[in-house]
T-cell receptor, first 110, second 112 residues
Framework: GQQLNQSPQSMFIQEGEDVSMNCTSS?????WLWYKQDPGEGPVLLIA?????ELTSNGRLTAQFGITRKDSFLNISASIPSDVGIYFC??????????FGTGTSLTVIP | KAGVTQTPRYLIKTRGQQVTLSCSPI?????VSWYQQTPGQGLQFLFE???????NKGNFPGRFSGRQFSNSRSEMNVSTLELGDSALYLC???????????FGEGSRLTVL
């Protein structure tokens, strides 16, 4: 099935630094979701986006629905150790079937 | 409000056997989706059910099947297991209106 291009694949950052990651698709989507997954657990929903150009925040996290509807971005400000994990984007045209990105592994160095 | 519950959490099977995984969605959610997660392929969509009807199906062989009951609980079945079926199987529920998926902790299947 289709898989979204997510970059970077991994990041190693110092605590306190900001983080940016993005996701691109060859198809347009009507919904973008961002998830965080810890080892041995299911993905946890962070932010949902429904409109092109939409900018939504959840605490230190901010995500944007790209104007072309083919991309989305996630920023984490002032990273802390508990931000460690794998971040996934997911996009859907129908809302019933989502395509997931390849994941960004984030390591925060105290 | 209880989250999505998946059982069993871990299971080991041998090639050729079959397996049934269960998912209880968040109360009030009528849509249940199943995804397979592997290191090589990432998260891949299996199928989605709404009000006991399969609305979408991913690109998986017919050995993978599912169903949804009237109380929105869902099961997926994999028959004639292959080594490559080893994966984390994730269930997600949604109200169906806005598409937000809420995942369970998954069922980790190992095929020997």
């Amino acid at each position: 099935g289709q898989q979204l291009n997510q970059s970077p694949q991994s990041m190693f950052i110092q605590e306190g630094e900001d983080v940016s990651m993005n996701c691109t698709s060859s198809s347009i989507f009507n919904t973008w979701l961002w998830y965080k997954q810890d080892p041995g657990e299911g993905p946890v929903l962070l932010i949902a986006l429904y409109k092109a150009g939409e900018l939504t925040s959840n605490g230190r996290l901010t995500a944007q629905f790209g104007i072309t509807r083919k991309d989305s971005f996630l920023n984490i400000s002032a990273s802390i150790p508990s931000d460690v994990g794998i971040y996934f984007c997911a996009g859907s045209f129908t809302g019933n079937q989502f395509y997931f990105g390849t994941g960004t592994s984030l390591t925060v160095i105290p | 409000k209880a989250g999505v519950t998946q059982t069993p959490r871990y299971l080991i099977k041998t090639r050729g056997q079959q397996v049934t995984l269960s998912c209880s969605p968040i109360s009030g959610h009528r849509s249940v989706s199943w995804y397979q997660q592997t290191p090589g392929q990432g998260l891949q969509f299996l199928f989605e059910y709404f009000s006991e009807t399969q609305r979408n199906k991913g690109n998986f062989p017919g050995r993978f099947s599912g169903r949804q009951f009237s109380n929105s609980r869902s099961e997926m079945n994999v028959s004639t297991l292959e080594l490559g079926d080893s994966a984390l199987y994730l269930c997600a529920s949604s109200q169906g209106a806005n598409g937000e998926l809420f995942f369970g902790e998954g069922s980790r299947l190992t095929v020997l």
